[in-house]
Structure formats: C-alpha cells, structure tokens
C-alpha cells in the first residue's frame, strides 16, 4: 500500500514568515514528487515538482528532496495571506501512473 | 492553450440515476486520469486511461462505475445508479506521457446526489 503522510495542519504563520510544509512517503522507489495548492472549492494547481535529491527553487517556493529519507517539503518565503490554501504533496511512483496524494496541509497566512 | 476541460461543473442527481462526467484534456496530452475527492479527504485514484484504453482501473469500484476515453470525444466517466456516497468532487488530470509525467487538472465536476 502506498502511503503518503502529511500533518493536516492547520498551520499558522505570520505574513512575511516562511511556511514550512513537510511530506513522508513510503514507496521507496518513487520517482516524481509534486506540490499541488488548492484553494477551498478549487481544483489543485501544480506549483512544483521535483525530481532529484536536493533544492529546487522557483520565486518565492523551494522544493527539497531526500530519497534516503523518503521526504520531500515545500518551503514558502515571504508567505501572503493569498498563500492561504491547502497544500497536496504528491508522489508518483514511476512514470506515466497515476498520483499518490497525501491529505494535504492547510496554510493560513495571517496578516 | 486551453487547459484540462471539464463539464459539467455541478451535476445533481436523486438517488438511482445516472450520472456521466467529461474530461476534455490538454492539447496535445493523450493520459487522462480520474480523481475523486470527499469532502474534508485527500484525492483518491480512480481510473488511468489513454485513447481507446483503459490503462490501470484499480482505483474505481467494480460495480456502478466505468469510464472510457474513445478515439474521438472527450474522456467519460459514468456513474450508473447513483447512491449519497457518490457525491464528491471528480477531477480529471491529463499529461502528455512519454518522458513527461506531469499531470495538470480540470475544473473538476461537484456530483451532489440526492
């Protein structure tokens, strides 16, 4: 059974903050890991995808991955209130099959 | 560049009716992928299918529940006789396959059942 963990959150941070947002998978032989937002009522929209060990940086979102220890998290400087969502980790375990998604995170950015 | 097009965008069906949701993909994308997501839970794999083939279907109930991408038309999933528990948000993803596994989503469809 391939599992993806994330803390439900809420998670709370102040504008400006850096939100920290952290993801556990269990299938060792994953391949693909993404980050999906998703707004109350909306459908998820990719924000970042990493496929390598390491830091992936785009704006203001870094992607980091470690494979040994099955984890990947999304770190948001400078966070908005509009970074107020839910945020999905998912993994795909090979390529071209289909995501395993955790619950998801739910950001609150407060002004 | 038309993204991932679904219809309708709320559907409400009684009890014991049918219910059939559209995906259209991305220009260019042939992987389409059906997602179901109960209120307050995570997405939930349903059906994996390229044109004219159902690729993996280990997500979808055995009964009520069948989809299809034919070679011309939009992906269909359907939803025969429809219970409480079927109301849910179906999102349908696409990817163009190949080396690129990315997968982008529609508007999804909320089904309220009745």
């Known amino acids: 059974q391939k599992e993806v963990e994330q803390n439900s959150g809420p998670l709370s941070v102040p504008e400006g903050a850096i939100a920290s947002l952290n993801c556990t998978y269990s299938d060792r032989g994953s391949q693909s890991f993404f980050w999906y937002r998703q707004y109350s009522g909306k459908s998820p929209e990719l924000i970042m995808f990493i496929y390598s060990n390491g830091d992936k940086e785009d704006g203001r979102f870094t992607a980091q991955l470690n494979k040994a220890s099955q984890y990947v998290s999304l770190l948001i400087r400078d966070s908005q209130p509009s970074d107020s969502a839910t945020y999905l980790c998912?993994?795909?375990?090979?390529?071209?099959?289909?995501?395993?998604f955790g619950k998801g995170t739910r950001l609150s950015v407060i002004a | 560049n038309a993204g991932v097009m679904q219809n309708p965008r709320h559907l409400v069906r009684r009890r014991g009716q049918e219910a059939r949701l559209r995906c259209s993909p991305m220009k260019g994308h042939s992987h389409v992928y059906w997602y179901r997501q109960l209120p307050e839970e995570g997405l939930k794999f349903m059906v994996y299918l390229q044109k004219e083939n159902i690729i993996d279907e280990s997500g979808m109930p055995k009964e009520r529940f069948s989809a299809e991408f034919p070679k011309e038309g939009p992906s269909i999933l359907r939803i025969q006789q429809v219970v409480r528990g079927d109301s849910a948000a179906y999102f349908c993803a696409s990817s163009p396959g190949l080396a690129d596994d990315i997968q982008y989503f529609g508007a999804g469809t909320r089904l309220s059942v009745l």
């Open positions: 998912a993994v795909c375990p090979s390529g071209n099959t289909p995501l395993v």
